[in-house]
């Protein structure tokens, strides 16, 4: 099956970027954006000189067990840079959510508590309220989530937005409107997991 139905199968519509868009990414952004495939798994991600940002990971259910989503997380983390990613919160109707969190949280992954991060699915209409996951090779407590933030707005500007009224015939909403930075950090979504013994 080629990359991109992998990823379509599992991941809502509401998260995915056309087959165009990626495929346009990985000639026009090359130098950043990367694409690693195997039999089992797609992992598509950026690498900035200051950050890597994990676009999907898919692993197939054929090798859930195997530890092949710590490898590939791991391969990442001798970058020695910030790895920062996308989630939804868990939510009962959806029991992979909760099983994503707990592998994040397992991997050491802080929740960006201080940053807001909701934007317009172009292709359902809807609007999606995400968290930002980070790893970092510095002791979470001396992380500034600013520097996240900042590697999030870069993210979203010049990746998930890139040429977007060319590709879905309509404009991403601005920067500003979708991430916010808060003084007041809110609820650790990892809390409930950290704890958790796998």
Known sequence: MHWYNKLKEYFPIEEMKSKE??????IDKRNVYHKEEGPKHVLMYVETEDFVFVDYLFVSSAARGEGLGKKLLDSLKTKNKPILLEVEPAVEEEPD???RLKFY?????SH?????????????????????LYWS?????????????????????EIHTY??????????EPTAQVLQFYMKPKINILENFDAVSV
């Open 163 to 172: 040429k977007d009224q060319h590709f879905y015939g309509a404009s991403y």
């Open 97 to 99: 959510t909760g099983k």
């Open 112 to 132: 960006a508590q201080q940053i807001s991060y909701v934007r317009r699915s172009l292709a359902t209409g809807e609007t999606n309220n995400l968290e930002i």
């Open 21 to 26: 868009h990626m495929e346009t990414l990985l």
């Open 137 to 157: 090779p510095a002791t979470p407590a001396k992380v500034d989530e600013k520097v996240i933030f900042n590697a999030m707005k870069t993210t979203y500007e």
């Open 105 to 109: 949280a397992r991997e050491d992954f």
